[in-house]
T-cell receptor, first 115, second 119 residues
Framework: AQSVAQPEDQVNVAEGNPLTVKCTYSVSGNPYLFWYVQYPNRGLQFLLKYITGDNLVKGSYGFEAEFNKSQTSFHLKKPSALVSDSALYFCAVRDLGGGGNKLTFGTGTQLKVEL | SAVISQKPSRDICQRGTSLTIQCQVDSQVTMMFWYRQQPGQSLTLIATANQGSEATYESGFVIDKFPISRPNLTFSTLTVSNMSPEDSSIYLC????????????????FGPGTRLTVL
């Protein structure tokens, strides 16, 4: 079975500082990994994905994530946080080894960027 | 990218009634999915909507409670039947494989969601 863990319910960062939102996963086969962002009263917006290739993936709004197979992690990062980045972030995994098209989501991390 | 809309955007319903949620895409898509996001919770897959056949339900979800239709490649409905307050959630549809848009089948894109409150 596939699973995703987001160990932090909330991350607080000062504007201009780097941010990291953590994600670890468990799959039986090779993973497809995703980050989505949810603003209040909005649906989920796709940020970035890792399918194959370069372990460092760049996405929308200056976000990037690094796939680390040995640590089974896919942490989301941004060099300089903005107040407008404050939102709920979800990590998700699709297990090519048997999960089909099913996406399994983490519990979400609330990012708060303060002035 | 494909534009995904959902109707209604929100509703307040009485227990025991049913609500049908529509998901419309501006491109033909390969797959459509329905998710539930309970208050303060993550997303849980309800079912995969299959065009021209019965939906494929995940464990814990049944057709009698959540009937789904998908009559063509751009449209799907989810009905929440005989509602109770525990059904209060955000319901989201997602799609993959939007034909003619360059969007492949590896990424799911989500609609804006329907916020349902059951009294």
């Amino acid at each position: 079975a596939q699973s995703v863990a987001q160990p932090e319910d909330q991350v607080n960062v000062a504007e201009g500082n780097p941010l990291t939102v953590k994600c670890t996963y468990s799959v039986s086969g090779n993973p497809y990994l995703f980050w989505y962002v949810q603003y209040p009263n909005r649906g989920l917006q796709f940020l970035l994905k890792y399918i194959t290739g370069d372990n460092l993936v760049k996405g929308s709004y200056g976000f990037e994530a690094e796939f680390n197979k040995s640590q089974t992690s896919f942490h989301l990062k941004k060099p300089s946080a903005l107040v407008s980045d404050s939102a709920l972030y979800f990590c998700a995994v699709r297990d090519l080894g048997g999960g089909g098209n099913k996406l399994t989501f983490g519990t979400g991390t609330q990012l708060k960027v303060e002035l | 990218s494909a534009v995904i809309s959902q109707k209604p955007s929100r509703d307040i319903c009485q227990r025991g009634t049913s609500l049908t949620i529509q998901c419309q895409v501006d491109s033909q898509v390969t797959m459509m999915f329905w998710y539930r996001q309970q208050p303060g919770q993550s997303l849980t897959l309800i079912a995969t909507a299959n065009q021209g056949s019965e939906a494929t339900y995940e464990s814990g979800f049944v057709i009698d409670k959540f009937p789904i239709s998908r009559p063509n490649l751009t449209f799907s409905t989810l009905t929440v039947s005989n509602m109770s307050p525990e059904d209060s959630s955000i319901y989201l549809c997602s799609v993959t494989g939007a034909l003619g848009t360059g969007i492949g089948t590896d990424t799911q894109y989500f609609g804006p969601g329907t916020r349902l409150t059951v009294l």
